[in-house]
T-cell receptor, first 114, second 115 residues
């Protein structure tokens, strides 16, 4: 079983829809969480960074973390065609020998239709 | 915002040559940088962790003599692919961890093609 599970999709939605992207994890040492957006042939772009359970909002994006259930989500409101990309969840431990290293989900391919 | 640059963005070389890729954090200091490799339609595979002023730490299965990493300053890390072969063709991406936080910012990537 992978440490981080993410549904690869693909996910296809109409413009304006609310998108929900999810990851589950098994390693309780993971204490901080990130969501990245990656366009084809580009490096990942950091969208959201959080280290506590609860919600964090930034514009059209909301990151949700539930450490008790080992489950994180990214919500995109009013989705736009420019949001079409691969979305990667990533997480890491607060200490130990793997401190600083990120473990990534497989990535979800999202397409937003005009 | 935090910007990480990579150079070159694309390189084509002959088999047997060495290729150097630079990764720079432009507006913040990074004591730690990471080098990843990404195959088409796959997630990122961590190759090594680069620490300023010390030797890099390589992931299992990554040949340290083939992928030479140098972290010369708080803003620069380099990856040299030595004696490149066609199987080394890939998309190489670096990231830099902002000092005092755990945020990692990625460079735009370097596409290496070995003929």
């Amino acid at each position: 079983q992978k440490e981080v599970e993410q549904d690869p999709g693909p996910l296809s939605v109409p413009e304006g829809a609310i998108v929900s992207l999810n990851c589950t994890y098994s390693n309780s040492a993971f204490q901080y969480f990130m969501w990245y957006r990656q366009y084809s042939r580009k490096g990942p772009e950091l969208l959201m960074y959080t280290y506590s359970s609860g919600n964090k909002e930034d514009g059209r994006f909301t990151a949700q973390v539930d450490k008790s259930s080992k489950y994180i989500s990214l919500f995109i409101r009013d989705s736009q065609p420019s949001d079409s990309a691969t979305y990667l969840c990533a997480m890491g431990p607060a200490g130990g020998t793997s401190y600083g290293k990120l473990t990534f989900g497989q990535g979800t391919i999202l397409t937003v239709h005009p | 915002g935090a910007v990480v640059s990579q150079h070159p963005s694309r390189v084509i070389c002959k088999s047997g040559t060495s290729v150097k890729i630079e990764c720079r954090s432009l507006d913040f200091q990074a004591t730690t940088m990471f080098w990843y490799r990404q195959f088409p339609k796959q997630s990122l595979m961590l190759m090594a962790t680069s620490n300023e002023g010390s030797k890099a730490t390589y992931e299992q299965g990554v040949e340290k003599d083939k992928f030479l990493i140098n972290h010369a300053s708080l803003t620069l890390s380099t990856l040299t692919v030595t004696s490149a072969h066609p199987e080394d063709s890939s998309f190489y991406i670096c990231s830099a961890r902002r000092q005092l936080t755990n945020e990692q910012f990625f460079g735009p990537g370097t596409r290496l093609t070995v003929l």
